[in-house]
């Protein structure tokens, strides 16, 4: 196959090439089955001979665009040299006398003793003796033009039937000239890990239940842990320093248990959480690989790339080990007594330094931050040292160069954009603002009809705006006509409201295909889970109706969304499967869980019936595929998910800080890791090779005050005293079941208390919540199977904010007099407007979620606030003495109240009616 230069070089491409190959869809037609087929383009050489072995493969499908694998077979091609563009002489001013070529390009031939001049394609028609009277003569004259590479590319294409789709019908040979197969897909996070970890004779559950039966002795555990980790030294170098620490510590040494199944899991690769996370050093190869990626993308190696390259190792260096960690007593609900305890326990653990990083072979960012379950630094709070650290790396030139790129339409829709766009937001993210990386998210991330629907959205809304004065005169001119009963009037402003938006979409290519659902309010959550699992996979934008309901729009079916959070809060749907970490019991069933702030997994228990871990995994993947399908509608999902159990999804691992604060559900777990803690870095500081040191230390430990210190309780009482009160053994607080064998019957004392918080530890946030975190991944990869390289470059706080909403809603009056804008005859002077711009100002959290609610049909604010939502105010015309909203235009319809207090009380009212019959959308 064949293709000119000029068609072929055109647009620029994404930086690596699909490792799975792109997909093609074939219909079943004529009983033939349905199968993917596998398209692989390579160059070949200039002489037209097959590419060699090795040469550079692109995949062609449902997922890139051609234009797409000829740029990146261009940029990768050991024949780049080749096809880059050649001089072009020419001769200024000089005319071709046959063909009329003006100037002449290439070699020119002249007669003998006449002014006649003719290129070199006619030269070559004629014979040999004609040739003798013509000189020829050399341009005096180069330049570059555009697309002028080799006359001729050679492309080289192969046919294959993927082994999925083979084993389900019969495979067909291979089509057309022959191509060498590329690599093989990267096995996921858990088949690397496994490769890369060091052989060991038992597994991490078996270990840690020999070492806690006396089956194994915790010396010969830790010999052969020594032994694996010699074996595999790019494993060993990136031990956290304790582990490290006991590995090295003399052959004599007597570990403690609790210490020797932390080292098990670190070297083994095993899912673990551990006391505190250590940030590692960025490898050479990433830097390398990065230097690799900006050079095949056209940057030299200079200042530029040097620099991008020190701001990239300072990002991963820094950010990943400075996550907020507030201490469990900031958080909303627990004892401010507790404060002064979980900060000495969060010194004691960084103390200590257990390194837990994301989990092998996850990329970089997906371990961007992490935050405890349900604190504060779980909320939308003060800013953290981290947030101030990432804002002080934002570039705004390369901000404003992304931006620009994404104003190039042709380039979005045609998946062409450069090659450093994704390099760099893949590798060094932090350097770009977040809107920048929300706007190449959703440019990039939804295929072609999605990336040409959202760039004429951002044409029209440009010009949308240089009409909004226009729009708004006749917005005031409709009102009048309407309030006057003037029809020929109406029908005049009407006429020049189409004509302006005519104008406005004129640019407009076509619109989404959307499918719209019918689903019962009184049966919500089941119908929301069968229309989830019919419409994962269809690409078209979803619109939602409830039944015996007439309203309809974008208003409607984000109050589908909000509806089915909702649902899921409920104590009934609590009781019946539990999911989160949060009470129901004495709650009335159609009330909500109570919860501190965040949503955590509950854990499952290896002894959980099947029955009941696969109904626990299907309604995570049903709350993911819930999750994609509103983030790809530009709709929310407004569930308070724990920071923490995202970092799960994206294939992080947690420390003890995530576990409940002390005053939530579990909360005596974060109490009883801090002794731990202290425990531990006493044990460090004294070799690991002390059992009388360590024993002192218990039984300091169970001496010391524990109930006020560490759970904020009012009557004081020590560890010993607590532990044998409440009766604790190696059983789950939570659901009773044991930690190990026999674990209902062994008492946990101040000496056994490190095992014990290890064992829950892993249970509660590693293990326990494994099923649910992929269950909701592989929802996810549903809707759109590249989310998790698609939203890497997000903090867990964006992510939360893009996927649920911003639930922590503050405002000001400047943003509230911005955003929320008088229409219909108000104006910012009206009385009424003002009195709602100070109504707003003074409601409390809970109003405001519901003003919201109301207004919008979500109770959370979208990530970029109340800018995205520019609310309107108008007018109550129609005589009603309530407000009334529009949900799908953003529009409040208000009466004009006279006073304060007659508004706060219309909008009480206006809100109850909201939560019981229905969105008051004005007819």
Not at 612 to 633: P, W
Request: glycine letters at 8%; hydrophobic letters at 45%; aromatic letters at 6%.
């Amino acid at each position: 196959m064949e293709t000119d230069d000029d068609d072929a070089a055109a647009g620029g491409g994404g930086e690596e090439a699909a490792a799975e190959g792109a997909r093609a869809e074939v219909g079943a037609v004529a009983g033939i089955a349905p199968m993917r087929l596998r398209v692989r383009f390579s160059l070949g050489l200039p002489d037209g001979t097959a590419p060699p072995e090795g040469a550079p493969v692109e995949a062609f499908g449902e997922g890139t665009t051609l234009l797409h694998c000829l740029q990146r077979l261009r940029e990768t091609s050991p024949l780049r040299a080749q096809l880059t563009p050649r001089e072009l002489g020419y001769h200024p001013g000089v005319t071709c006398d046959r063909t009329g070529m003006s100037p002449i390009l290439g070699d020119r031939y002249k007669l003998d003793g006449e002014n006649y001049d003719v290129c070199e394609a006619e030269y070559l028609k004629m014979d040999a003796a004609e040739r003798a009277t013509y000189t020829r003569i050399a341009p005096p004259c180069f330049r570059k033009p555009r697309g002028s590479g080799p006359p001729v590319w050679h492309l080289w294409y192969k046919v294959e039937v993927p082994r999925t789709a083979a084993a389900s019908s019969s495979p067909g040979p291979s089509a057309s000239h022959p191509l060498p197969a590329a690599s093989a897909a990267a096995s996921d996070d858990s088949a690397a890990a496994a490769a890369a970890s060091p052989p060991l004779p038992w597994s991490a559950s078996d270990a840690e239940a020999g070492i806690l039966a006396g089956q194994l002795s915790a010396d010969a555990v830790l010999r052969e842990l020594r032994r694996a980790s010699a074996s595999a030294p790019a494993r060993e170098a990136a031990l956290s320093p304790p582990t490290l620490a006991l590995l090295r510590a003399p052959e004599r040494v007597a570990p403690a248990a609790a210490a020797v199944m932390e080292a098990f899991r670190e070297v083994s690769g095993a899912r673990r959480a551990a006391r505190q996370v250590a940030s590692p050093l960025p490898s050479a190869a990433s830097l390398s690989a990065l230097a690799s990626d900006l050079s095949r993308c056209g940057a030299t190696d200079g200042a530029f790339t040097d620099a991008l390259l020190a701001l990239c190792l300072l990002a991963q260096r820094l950010l990943p080990s400075a996550p907020d960690h507030t201490p469990p007593a900031a958080a909303a609900g627990a004892s401010p007594a507790a404060a002064p305890a979980a900060a000495a326990a969060a010194a004691s653990s960084s103390a200590a330094s257990a390194g837990a990083s994301s989990a092998p072979g996850a990329p970089p960012a997906f371990a961007r931050s992490s935050s405890s379950m349900g604190g504060a630094c779980d909320g939308e709070g003060a800013p953290s040292s981290a947030d101030t650290l990432r804002r002080q790396l934002v570039s705004p030139r390369l901000s404003s160069k992304l931006q620009q790129q994404l104003g190039d339409a042709l380039a979005v829709t045609a998946g062409a954009l450069p090659g450093w766009c994704e390099v760099l937001l893949r590798r060094c993210p932090d350097l770009f603002s977040p809107g920048s990386r929300a706007r190449y998210f959703h440019a990039t991330s939804f295929g072609v009809s999605r990336a040409l629907h959202w760039s004429q959205e951002q044409g029209v809304a440009a010009v949308r705006a240089a009409y909004a004065e226009e729009l708004a005169a006749l917005d005031r001119a409709r009102l009048e006509a309407e309030v006057s009963s003037d029809a020929q009037a109406l029908a005049e402003v009407v006429e020049q409201v189409a004509e302006v938006e005519d104008r406005i979409g004129r640019d407009r290519m076509g619109a989404l295909r959307s499918d719209i659902a019918r689903v019962s309010r009184d049966a919500l959550l089941p119908s929301a889970e069968r229309l989830m699992g019919l419409h994962a996979g269809c690409a078209s934008a979803l619109e939602v109706q409830f039944e015996g309901e007439s309203g309809f729009g974008s208003g409607v079916t984000q109050n589908f969304y909000s509806a089915v959070a909702n649902e899921l809060l409920k104590a009934k749907h609590q009781a019946e499967l539990p999911l989160w970490l949060a009470e129901h019991a004495g709650i009335d069933p159609e009330g909500f869980i109570s919860h501190p702030g965040s949503l955590f997994p509950r854990p499952l228990p290896p002894e959980a019936p099947p029955a009941v871990r696969e109904a626990v995994r299907g309604r995570f993947r049903f709350l993911g595929r819930l999750a994609a399908k509103a983030c790809r509608d530009d709709f929310i999902v407004p569930l308070p998910l724990s920071l923490d159990f995202l970092h799960l999804v994206r294939g992080g691992s947690l420390t003890y800080d995530a576990l409940p604060p002390a005053g939530a559900t579990g909360g005596v777990a974060s109490a009883y890791a801090a002794v731990a803690c202290e425990l531990a870095a006493a044990d460090a500081a004294a070799g690991y090779d002390d059992p009388a040191a360590r024993r002192s230390a218990a039984a300091a430990a169970a001496a010391a005050e524990f109930a006020v210190a560490r759970m904020g309780l009012g009557a004081p009482m020590s560890l010993a005293d607590w532990l044998a009160a409440t009766g604790a053994t190696f059983a789950c607080p939570l659901t009773g079941a044991p930690l190990c064998a026999g674990g209902e019957e062994i008492e946990v004392t101040a000496e056994s208390l490190r095992e014990f918080v290890h064992l829950l530890a892993q249970l509660w946030l590693a293990d326990g919540v494994a099923e649910q975190a992929a269950a909701f991944r592989a929802g996810f990869d549903e809707v759109f199977p590249l989310s998790r390289r698609a939203l890497a470059p997000f903090t867990l706080a964006e992510l939360r904010a893009t996927l649920c909403g911003t639930g922590s809603i503050e405002w000001t009056e400047a943003e509230l007099s911005r955003h929320i804008l008088p229409a219909g005859g108000y104006t910012k002077h009206s009385k009424v407007y003002q009195l709602l711009i100070d109504e707003l100002q003074a409601m409390a959290h809970a109003e405001r979620r519901a003003f919201l609610n109301f207004v919008t049909a979500c109770p959370h604010l979208p990530p970029v606030g109340l800018a995205s939502l520019e609310i309107e105010v108008l007018p109550q015309h129609n005589g009603a003495k309530l407000p009334t909203a529009q949900t799908c235009g953003n529009k409040l319809y208000l009466p004009e109240y006279t006073d304060a207090a007659s508004l706060r009380e219309g909008l009480g009212e206006a809100f109850a009616n909201a939560e019981f019959g229905g969105l008051h959308e004005r007819a």
